[in-house]
């Protein structure tokens, strides 16, 4: 071959390798919205510009340092975490697999051999001997030209599925976080119950003894005493219920830190939270941060990288081989030049006929594309579904509280005339008690609220892929 003819050859070679038959990646069009439907109290979302990528520690607007603690405690601790983190862990690995298929493969190989052959054999010679030594120690090179990118997207496809991974990874702490600051805050707003049965039972028990006094004088008929008694007793059980739920929600957290539940104790906290101030402008594009967003996207990416690979196998696919090595039988050296062997080599291989197989991968390919692309569409309408969710439920639940707290202050008042009346013998026993249940039902429920209203907070936080930042 003349050196101008090996010249092109090679840049031929050089030329098909930066082929790819996979389609130009165009990431799944859909608008995002401008600004959301739903309005905090302060109006409307505007699109704003996004800032600097936020803190992973979204928990922190709360402002909680035993919240902060857990919420350390589960990243170093809990076990589906730590599963996640190995699957990522695989991904990266098989991704560095698929990336050596870029390289030359070089084996090693050494066969030392004492055999006997056959008296029989065909074309054996006289003087040959029946039992002999067979030294063989050599070298293989294998390399895939890749002119048609097949390689090199396999590669492409699983450096995405890798990122994916990763972004799966975040996907499993952000649930997990999610699901320990709603339990936290259940737990706080069971905390606050607690304190409303209790105080509401200081008030029983001492209406109870002015109505025993009253019946003992003769005031007070039985039936106000036993309405006092059963009242009471109705207080007690719902502070009992109300433990017996904190009680499941101190063990969700336990086993959410890694923790077996019997050793696992928070104790009661004074702390009331605050609902974390949701800033007036934010962009709808602070979606694209959530990371199952990005995962479904580099899937998509991923498929795109299959369909060249499965055109890419209709082609011939051009190796070069190589052996290098020696063979004795038994004397002389391998290193000696009469016992060298070699060989180099392309090696072709062109499909001719597959029943229809390669016709089958392409237009699954394809069709794993269109999975993949259809599944980003449908996470970012969840996404933003869930920030719309959010943002009606803070906004509502933010007028119930104002009608319910109005409510409470009612009711007290309420309670406060129906006891001066009783204590006057104007009313009897049966006002009190309706006026104090109203009074009891009216904090519960007002403060019912306010832990629904701090938990959609969270899920405004998480339906954005973490918060936003304090500045807002």
């Known amino acids: 071959m003349s050196p101008r003819l090996k010249r092109s050859a090679w840049l031929l070679i050089a030329t098909l390798q930066g082929c790819s038959l996979a389609p130009t990646y165009k990431p799944p069009q859909l608008d995002l919205p401008e600004h959301y439907r739903e309005q905090t109290s302060d109006g409307p979302w505007h699109l704003a510009q996004p800032g600097d990528k936020l803190s992973e520690q979204w928990w922190s607007l709360f402002q909680d340092s035993h919240l902060n603690e857990l919420q350390q405690r589960l990243l170093k601790a809990n ?161 009992d219920e109300v433990r017996g739920q904190r009680n499941l929600a101190e063990h969700a957290i336990a086993e959410l830190v890694g923790e077996p539940a019997s050793d696992f104790q928070l104790p009661p906290t004074q702390a009331i939270l605050t609902i974390p101030k949701v800033p007036g402008a934010l962009p709808s594009g602070l979606l694209q941060r959530r990371p199952d967003i990005a995962a479904a996207e580099r899937r998509v990416f991923a498929a795109n990288a299959g369909i060249g690979v499965a055109k890419a196998a209709w082609y011939p696919d051009f190796s070069l081989t190589g052996l290098l090595g020696g063979q004795t039988q038994g004397s002389g050296s391998l290193l000696s030049t009469g016992n060298r062997y070699w060989a180099l080599g392309p090696l072709v291989n062109l499909p001719i006929f597959d029943g229809g197989r390669l016709s089958a991968q392409e237009h699954q390919a394809k069709a794993e594309f269109d999975e993949a692309s259809a599944h980003y569409r449908s996470q970012v309408l969840r996404a933003v579904r869930e920030v719309e969710d959010n943002l009606a439920q803070l906004r509502d639940l933010q007028r119930e509280a104002l009608d319910e707290q109005a409510a409470v202050n009612a009711a007290q008042n309420t309670q406060t005339l129906a006891m001066n009346s009783y204590q006057a013998g104007a009313v009897n026993y049966l006002d009190v008690v309706t006026a104090q249940t109203a009074a009891l039902q009216t904090q519960r429920q007002l403060q019912a609220l306010q832990t629904r209203q701090l938990q959609a907070s969270i899920g405004l936080m998480t339906a954005l892929g973490g918060g936003w930042s304090a500045q807002g």
Do not use: C, K, M
């Open 79 to 239: 076990p589906d975490l730590a599963a996640a983190l190995a699957h990522y862990d695989g991904a990266q690995a098989y991704a560095s697999q698929l990336h050596a298929g870029l390289f030359p493969q070089i084996t090693a190989s050494a066969q030392p051999l004492r055999q006997r052959q056959s008296d029989n054999r065909p074309l054996r010679g006289s003087t040959q001997p029946a039992v002999y030594n067979s030294n063989t120690a050599g070298f293989t090179l294998n390399f895939d030209l890749d002119l048609w990118g097949r390689i090199r997207n396999q590669v492409a496809a699983g450096d995405a599925q890798a990122q994916a991974s990763g972004d799966d990874l975040a996907v499993a702490r952000l649930s997990l976080q999610q699901q320990l600051a709603t339990l936290y805050i259940q737990l706080n707003g069971l905390d606050a119950q607690s304190r409303i049965l209790a105080s509401s039972l200081d008030d029983y028990t001492q209406a109870l003894q002015l109505t025993r006094d009253r019946y003992q004088g003769q005031i007070a008929s039985e039936l106000d005493l036993t309405r006092a008694q059963s009242q009471l007793a109705e207080a007690q059980a719902q502070l």
